[in-house]
């Protein structure tokens, strides 16, 4: 209860902030603020509440310890949030930009403040993939007291993740789910053993927005004449409103994670995808195996003959 306030100031869009009144001495508290698989590369959030009562002193410094050291975009913001009556969060600044140093983020505070919520982004590192991490949040307060709180240990996920590719038809239409990257047809020329699939666009109403094998029927890529060696037979299988939020990046409760790519099968898959719409999706599975991805629909542009898609990808072996 003691920073029941701060942290419903970090956390919710409804509740205007207000100082807390904390009975006793220094204290802390920590949430964290993210959600879904915490994968490399992307940022893990927390929302760190310090407070002391006013006559017991003022805040002097924050830091985090992480088990394993964050990338070096890791920080620890030195603005403090409320959220005003129009429920946008406000940053007030309470100290200098943070310092990382080995595995600590720090703050110290230059102004008189007995409380605020500090955020805490982790970009997590690639030494961390598949392993686990924990985080130690201290404040230290101008009287010498002192106060930790602990959180994890978090799961790191073996996923990658690439978001908003650009496929355009005839143009940059071959998609690597090895390098999570689109390539124009002469870079398939150059590189046809890391072209997994094919987007193409043709005005018949059922079929319009298409993902393909390289490998599929010719009947099936209409126009299409294939780069030299780009002739993979990749595995298809269309999921029904399965919106990934960390690939929608909307509203959805949904997240695909390590056990999903691990279970999923494709005993019954096709090596095409015809009149693919916006927020559709694609399990994928390549010609060797290794690797195993869900492609995210996020628009489609039948004037531009074009499309922007999400990947999670897993690796298999």
């Known amino acids: 209860m003691l920073l029941a306030l701060l942290l419903s100031a970090a956390a919710c869009k409804d ?6 009144e904390p009975n ?9 603020r993210s959600l879904g698989p915490n ?26 310890e992480a088990s394993i050291a964050g990338a070096p975009a890791t920080y620890l913001e030195h603005r403090s949030f409320y959220t005003n009556s129009s429920g946008d969060d406000v940053g007030v600044e309470v100290g200098a930009p943070s310092v990382n140093k080995d595995n600590t983020t720090s703050v110290s505070f230059t102004k008189d403040t007995m409380a605020a919520t500090l955020r805490y982004f982790y970009v997590v590192p690639e030494e961390a993939r598949g392993k686990t991490v924990n985080f130690k949040f201290t404040a230290k307060a101008t009287n010498g007291q002192t106060v930790s709180y602990s959180m994890g240990p978090y799961n790191i996920s073996t996923m990658d993740m690439k978001l908003d590719l650009q496929l355009v038809d005839n143009a940059a239409c071959y998609i690597s789910i090895g390098d999570m990257a689109v390539y124009t047809a002469a870079e398939a020329a150059a590189n046809p053993e890391k072209i997994d699939l094919v987007y193409v666009f ?25 780069p030299a060696g780009v002739n993979k037979v990749t595995k298809l299988l269309r999921a029904w409103n399965l ?4 690939l929608a990046r909307l509203q959805f409760g949904v997240f695909i994670d390590d056990l999903d790519f691990q279970q999923q099968g494709f005993e019954d898959a096709a090596n095409l995808a015809l009149n693919l719409k916006e927020d559709a999706g694609l399990w994928v599975e390549t010609a060797d195996g290794k690797y195993k991805a869900y492609v995210f629909i996020n628009s489609v542009s039948n004037s531009g003959k074009s499309a922007t898609v999400s990947i999670k990808r897993y690796t298999v072996k």
Request: charged letters at 20%.
């Open 15 to 20: 509740k205007e902030y207000a100082i807390p």
């Open 24 to 32: 006793g001495g220094l204290a802390n508290d920590v949430i964290k």
């Open 39 to 64: 994968l490399v590369g992307q940022k893990v959030e927390f929302a760190y509440a310090m407070a002391l009562p006013a006559d017991k002193g003022k805040l002097e410094s924050a830091t985090v």
């Open 202 to 226: 043709r005005s018949p109403a059922n079929y319009l927005h298409a993902i393909l094998s390289p490998g599929s029927d010719p009947q099936y890529l209409p126009g299409v004449t294939l």
């Open 243 to 246: 919106r990934d939020q960390q």
